[in-house]
Nanobody, 124 residues
Framework: QVQLVESGGGLVQAGGSLRLSCLVS????????MGWFRQAPGNKREFVAT????????KYVDSVKGRFTISRDNAKNTVYLQMNSLKPEDTAVYFC?????????????????WGQGTQVTVSS
C-alpha cells in the first residue's frame, strides 16, 4: 500500500518559516516525481512546487518563487518544502503527492497518490 504522510505544519507569524516533510512508503520512491499542492477554504487545489526523480529539476508557482524550496532525500523516502518569508495568503492545507513517472508536472490530475494534508496558518 502506498502511503504519504505530511508533517511540519503549524501556526507562524508573517515573515516566519516552516519546513514541511512528506514520508512515502509502499513505492520505490526514487523512481517518481513528487509535488506539493495547497488548498485554502473555498478555493480550488493549487499547484505549489514539484521535483523530478533525482531532484535536479524543480518548478514553482509564481507566487512562491524565491520563498519556497522543494527538495528530496531519496535515501529517506522524503520530500521537503522549505517555506520562508511566509505571508497570510500562504495559509492553506498543504498536500504532498506522488506521480507515477519521473518527470515534473504542475497538473494535479497527473499524480496518483496523495497525503491527507497538513495545515499551515500564517498570521499577520
Amino acid at each position: 500500500q502506498v502511503q504519504l504522510v505530511e508533517s511540519g505544519g503549524g501556526l507562524v507569524q508573517a515573515g516566519g518559516s516552516l519546513r514541511l516533510s512528506c514520508l512515502v512508503s509502499g513505492r520505490t520512491f526514487s523512481d517518481y516525481a513528487m509535488g506539493w499542492f495547497r488548498q485554502a477554504p473555498g478555493n480550488k487545489r493549487e499547484f505549489v512546487a514539484t521535483i523530478n526523480w533525482s531532484g535536479s529539476i524543480t518548478k514553482y508557482v509564481d507566487s512562491v518563487k524565491g520563498r519556497f524550496t522543494i527538495s528530496r532525500d531519496n535515501a529517506k523516502n522524503t520530500v521537503y518544502l522549505q517555506m520562508n518569508s511566509l505571508k497570510p495568503e500562504d495559509t492553506a492545507v498543504y498536500f504532498c503527492a506522488s506521480r507515477k513517472y519521473s518527470w515534473t508536472t504542475a497538473q494535479a490530475a497527473e499524480y496518483d497518490y496523495w497525503g491527507q494534508g497538513t495545515q499551515v496558518t500564517v498570521s499577520s
